[in-house]
């Protein structure tokens, strides 16, 4: 086990090539090794080290945003159950059950409703899936488990009609107990995924000039026009023309989760830095069609 603290760079020197050892950390402690002055003490080696690290992690997610080779983000969408299935082994066992409900079963309940709208165990339900596909704010079930009824009933109808006005939706959802404007962009994606897409910390880490993460309706707006104009790029490029905020959301997800998580799935993706080296120096080609 490492022990932080101590002062000599003999001893820091000794911690970090034992983690250069390692495969998976060598090309990351070594850069680090080569900038540090002897006089630094552990703990700050390492607080450098997991600094850099982080920052690595959000360059490879931002290159797959400012990629737009179309063929790279579909690979990377092909990918996406396998992520999910890899997370839930590694460490949220009902992730995948949950995701599935998600992305399949809860649009298909709203569409099937001549009203569209979302129930008050649909909406929990739907935060119990955010939060564990990230961050979990125990809170935040308890809040909006204190809704009744009909006021979820109420909003959501009112809301998912004032589309496609999504600030105006996004307030009026914002009314309910522990509903913010992730939790109703999570609504607004599943009834409408051509037009929003979820405001999850993944997808917004990797979008250029949205870090850090502001959890607001004016952060959401900004992240969503970006959004919505990837779309727009990539389906100028893609026969196909399938792409959506809600769709891109997933890859950059899938992106950032198979990074932080060293997941080996992305791996036949080129992998690591390489994966979308070639979109940072080519214009985006059309696809040819079959």
Same mark, same amino acid.
């Given at each position: 086990?490492?022990?932080? @603290?101590?002062?000599?760079?003999?001893?820091?020197?000794?911690?970090?090539?034992? !983690?250069?050892? %390692?495969?998976?950390?060598?090309?990351?402690?070594?850069?680090?090794?080569?900038?540090?002055?002897?006089?630094?003490?552990?703990? &700050?080696?390492?607080?450098?080290?997991?600094?850099?690290?982080?920052?690595? =992690?959000?360059?490879?997610?931002?290159? !797959?945003?400012?990629?737009?080779? @179309?063929?790279?983000?579909?690979? +990377?969408?092909?990918?996406?159950?396998?992520? +999910?299935?890899?997370?839930?082994?590694?460490?949220?066992?009902? $992730?995948?059950?949950? =995701?599935?409900?998600?992305?399949?079963?809860?649009? %298909?309940?709203? /569409?099937?409703?001549?009203?569209?709208?979302?129930? !008050?165990?649909? #909406?929990?339900? $739907?935060?119990?899936?955010?939060?564990?596909?990230?961050?979990?704010?125990?809170?935040?079930?308890? #809040?909006?488990?204190?809704?009744?009824e009909d006021a979820v009933q109420r909003r959501s109808r009112t809301a998912?009609?004032?589309?496609?006005?999504?600030?105006?939706?996004?307030?009026?959802?914002?009314? /309910?107990?522990?509903?913010?404007?992730?939790? %109703?962009?999570? +609504? !607004?994606? @599943?009834?409408? *995924?051509?037009?929003?897409?979820?405001?999850? =910390?993944? @997808?917004?880490?990797? +979008? *250029?000039?949205?870090? *850090?993460?502001?959890?607001? %309706?004016?952060?959401?707006?900004?992240?969503?026009?970006?959004?919505?104009?990837?779309?727009?790029? $990539?389906?100028?490029?893609?026969?196909?023309? =399938?792409?959506?905020?809600?769709?891109?959301?997933?890859?950059?997800?899938?992106?950032?989760?198979?990074?932080? #998580?060293?997941?080996?799935? /992305?791996?036949?993706?080129?992998?690591?830095?390489?994966?979308?080296? &070639?979109?940072?120096?080519?214009?985006?080609?059309?696809?040819?069609?079959?």
């Amino acid at each position: 086990m490492l022990r932080p @603290a101590t002062t000599t760079w003999a001893a820091s020197r000794h911690t970090l090539m034992a !983690l250069a050892g %390692a495969s998976r950390w060598q090309n990351m402690v070594r850069p680090v090794m080569l900038q540090l002055p002897r006089a630094v003490v552990t703990r &700050d080696i390492f607080s450098i080290f997991l600094l850099q690290q982080k920052h690595r =992690d959000l360059s490879n997610m931002a290159a !797959l945003f400012g990629c737009g080779e @179309a063929e790279v983000w579909r690979r +990377v969408y092909e990918k996406y159950w396998d992520v +999910v299935e890899a997370t839930a082994k590694a460490k949220k066992p009902k $992730l995948l059950q949950l =995701d599935k409900w998600y992305q399949e079963e809860l649009p %298909a309940l709203i /569409l099937s409703r001549p009203k569209k709208h979302i129930t !008050l165990s649909e #909406l929990k339900m $739907l935060m119990e899936w955010k939060l564990t596909r990230g961050k979990f704010r125990p809170r935040l079930q308890q #809040l909006v488990a204190s809704n009744g009824e009909d006021a979820v009933q109420r909003r959501s109808r009112t809301a998912l009609g004032l589309l496609p006005d999504v600030p105006a939706a996004v307030a009026e959802l914002s009314g /309910l107990k522990g509903v913010g404007p992730a939790t %109703a962009s999570a +609504v !607004l994606a @599943a009834a409408a *995924p051509a037009l929003t897409a979820f405001m999850s =910390d993944e @997808a917004v880490e990797s +979008v *250029p000039g949205l870090q *850090p993460v502001q959890y607001t %309706a004016k952060h959401y707006a900004l992240y969503l026009d970006k959004m919505a104009a990837q779309a727009a790029k $990539l389906n100028r490029v893609d026969p196909q023309q =399938d792409w959506t905020p809600h769709r891109l959301e997933l890859c950059l997800w899938a992106t950032a989760t198979a990074t932080k #998580l060293q997941l080996p799935v /992305l791996e036949d993706l080129k992998g690591g830095d390489a994966q979308t080296s &070639d979109c940072d120096q080519r214009p985006a080609k059309k696809l040819k069609t079959a």
